[in-house]
């Protein structure tokens, strides 16, 4: 099936440790976008990316780490700088479409710091 | 910068009652407009899209009309069922950027 995959779906860290959220796609979407998901705050752009190799911050970057070495990947790194890493994470990719980007989400990891 | 406000929620109706989600926007250049759904614990599903002024935007009940002038893209249903209680993000993109979301209203539709 097509779509796009997270992993872990639950994710527990000790402080002080990084930790990496994987998202692959098999849609040959060339961007990717990580957001996270806090309650009551909606969606919060993390990074993106609209070709391999290359990324952009979003609005809320601090803290986090992204690659993009392979078309179908874009793993997300939240590591010992985030100070409240504990949410909701969402991997998203799209095509670049002229008429307007629609993404397409995956299932999402929740990450709790412990 | 772009921006998109929802109505807070929680929204609670009785089964077959009508709905309404408002959305307004404020953004540069002309956005492409965007309902997304949520159910407890997944991800976000594509409910429906307008690309441009006038244009109607509808799936499973659910409709959007997409107006320049007072700058909105409310969502409506005429009559809810128990399986649409969810969290409801309205989001516009312009160009070749990411989607800006709005906050998110839950809804709850009971029987």
């Known amino acids: 099936d097509g779509g796009i995959t997270q992993s872990p779906k639950y994710l527990f860290r000790k402080e002080g440790q990084n930790v990496t959220l994987s998202c692959e796609q098999n849609?040959?979407?060339?961007?990717m976008y990580w957001y996270r998901q806090d309650p009551g705050q909606g969606l919060r752009l993390i990074y993106y990316?609209?070709?391999?190799?290359?990324?952009q911050k979003g609005d809320i970057a601090e803290g986090y780490s992204v690659s993009r070495e392979k078309k179908e990947s874009f793993p997300l790194t939240v590591t010992s700088a985030q100070k409240n890493p504990t949410a909701f994470y969402l991997c998203?990719?799209?095509?670049?479409?002229?008429?307007?980007?629609?993404?397409?989400f995956g299932e999402g990891s929740w990450l709790t710091v412990v | 910068g772009d921006s998109v406000t929802q109505m807070e929620g929680p929204v609670t109706l009785s089964e077959e009652a009508f709905l309404t989600i408002n959305c307004t926007y404020t953004a540069t250049g002309y956005p492409s407009l965007f309902w997304y759904v949520q159910y407890p614990g997944e991800g976000l599903q594509l409910l429906l899209k307008a690309t441009k002024a006038d244009d109607k935007g509808s799936n499973k009940g659910f409709e959007a009309t997409y107006r320049k002038e007072t700058t909105s893209f409310h969502l409506e249903k005429g009559s809810v069922q128990v399986s649409d209680s969810a969290v409801y993000f309205c989001a516009l993109t312009t160009g070749n950027t990411p989607l800006v979301f709005g906050k998110g209203t839950r809804l709850s539709v009971i029987a």
């Open positions: 990316s609209q070709i391999v190799n290359d990324f």
């Open positions: 849609l040959n979407h060339d961007a």
């Open positions: 998203a990719s799209s095509k670049t479409d002229p008429s307007g980007n629609t993404i397409y």
